[in-house]
């Protein structure tokens, strides 16, 4: 049985005596399998225990990419913050960089700047392109760890992507707006910020199948590319309802709630539900109201705890077994706001 603890060191972990240990790692005849399996757990706390030891005192730089509308990357960066006094006993410093709108050169920029000055570790939201594949796939070589949120970059040499499941929530999407609908025929408003945001593409993609093969009597209405942000996105809709187009429904993958409700409302149109995505300060607000029906919620809190813990076992400062896992996708009505984002947002 491989191990590097001493005799005695395991027999007072496992509460054996030294001869009964000697010959449960020696292999000899006539040990229980109860009194192996204690001497087997004794070597993995003495391991876990070793670990703890070593990590005690060690400081983490990681950089923080993050490209979103500032209401979605405030809550980001709360998230992280709120979570890094548990990664104790590492210590986990963050460095930001959260923007809007960033080109593909300012975010491959950033990346090259991280791999020349250094970095234990990179959380970064940015657009599936070649181009940024390539600048994680470098870091990747440099030892650098790249941890994708929300949106992932498959291909990239990523070691992990940390957030919901984008197609479990756009197929629950579909089957929310169904319920609502019933059997009626209409047209869904559909907007996403930037479709090379593949988690936002795989939420479309998803919706868009199971509308096609359950519920074909709705048609999609798509006005995306507004990047979340007000302005260029309520432009987007305005554009789409400009052909009198009657919307019995909206699904919104990226953001931009607001100001697709001002649209709507300046064209006299009431849709009879909208889901969005994600509890920020706008969308509590907006299903207090009643004007949003559903947000489909992940814990950020949970993926950034994920994104650190990733980082922290790729250093080998934590196993991997116990690395905790991307958030589920849980559907928040006015009814069932969290408390602890309810009371954030008064």
């Known amino acids: 049985m491989a191990h590097r603890f001493l005799i005695k060191e395991i027999a007072l972990q496992s509460g054996l005596g030294v001869a009964t240990v000697d010959r449960v790692l020696n292999g000899r005849a006539h040990v229980r399998e109860h009194t192996r ?106 030892g650098i760890p790249v941890i994708t949120i929300f949106t992932d970059i498959p291909l990239s040499g990523r070691v992990a992507y940390a957030g919901l499941d984008n197609r479990v929530a756009g197929a629950t999407a ?51 590319g507004g990047h979340g942000l007000d302005t260029p996105t309520e432009k987007r809709v305005l554009n789409v309802l400009a052909t009198d187009t009657k ?22 149109q009431s849709p009879i539900c909208f889901i969005g995505h994600d509890l920020d300060r706008d969308n509590v607000r907006l299903l207090r109201e009643g004007k949003v029906q559903a947000i489909l919620h992940h814990d950020l809190r949970q993926d950034m705890r994920s994104a650190c813990q990733h980082i922290i076992c790729f250093h080998k400062l934590l196993p991997a077994s116990t690395v905790s896992p991307s958030s589920s996708v849980v559907v928040v009505t006015p009814e069932n706001i969290p408390a602890h984002i309810a009371s954030r947002f008064r």
């Open 174 to 224: 579909a089957y929310l707006v169904a319920q609502w609908l019933g059997p009626r025929a209409g047209n869904i408003l559909i907007t996403m910020s930037d479709e090379r945001f593949r988690g936002e593409e795989e939420r479309e993609i998803s919706f868009r199948r199971a509308l096609r093969t359950r519920y074909p009597q709705l048609t999609l209405i798509d006005a995306s």
């Open 37 to 142: 399996k204690r001497v087997e757990q004794a070597i993995k706390e003495l391991e876990k225990q070793e670990l703890q030891l070593a990590t005690v005192g060690r400081k983490l730089m990681i950089d923080v990419i993050v490209e979103a509308p500032a209401r979605f990357a405030d809550e980001i960066k709360d998230a992280l913050e709120t979570e890094l006094a548990g990664m104790h006993p590492v210590v986990i410093r963050p460095r930001f960089m959260m923007q809007e709108t960033m080109t593909t050169a300012e975010v491959v920029d950033s990346l090259q700047s991280i791999g020349r000055r250094g970095s234990h570790g990179v959380v970064l939201k940015a657009r599936d392109v070649p181009e940024i594949t390539e600048a994680i796939g470098d870091l990747q070589r440099r």
């Open 247 to 268: 919307i019995a429904a909206v699904y919104s993958m990226g953001g931009g709630n607001v100001a697709i409700l001002r649209a709507l409302e300046a064209q006299q």
